[in-house]
């Protein structure tokens, strides 16, 4: 049997601006941190950085670099 499906619209302006339009904040940049820290483990070779904690700083990049390079 197939299913009915329906949608609605409920619109609520926002009552603390002239515009009564909402923000979505930092909804987008949510993703990217893990995008980065995806990108770093992939970077250095030998899965030296596969359990890196954030925040990534260039002391902890530097060095699972080092551990990589020598698990060679």
């Known amino acids: 049997m197939p299913?009915?499906?329906?949608?609605?619209v409920h619109s609520v302006p926002a009552t603390s601006n002239p515009l009564g339009v909402k923000?979505?904040?930092?909804?987008?940049?949510?993703?990217a941190?893990?995008?980065v820290m995806n990108a770093i483990s992939n970077?250095?070779?030998n899965g030296a950085a596969d359990h890196m904690?954030?925040?990534?700083t260039p002391a902890k990049?530097?060095?699972a670099c080092q551990r990589g390079l020598a698990a060679k």
Do not use: Q, S, Y
């Open 3 to 8: 299913i009915e499906l329906r949608e609605a």
């Open 23 to 31: 923000g979505t904040g930092e909804a987008g940049t949510t993703a």
């Open 33 to 35: 941190i893990a995008a």
């Open 43 to 45: 970077a250095i070779p």
């Open 53 to 56: 904690d954030m925040p990534a």
């Open 61 to 63: 990049v530097w060095e």
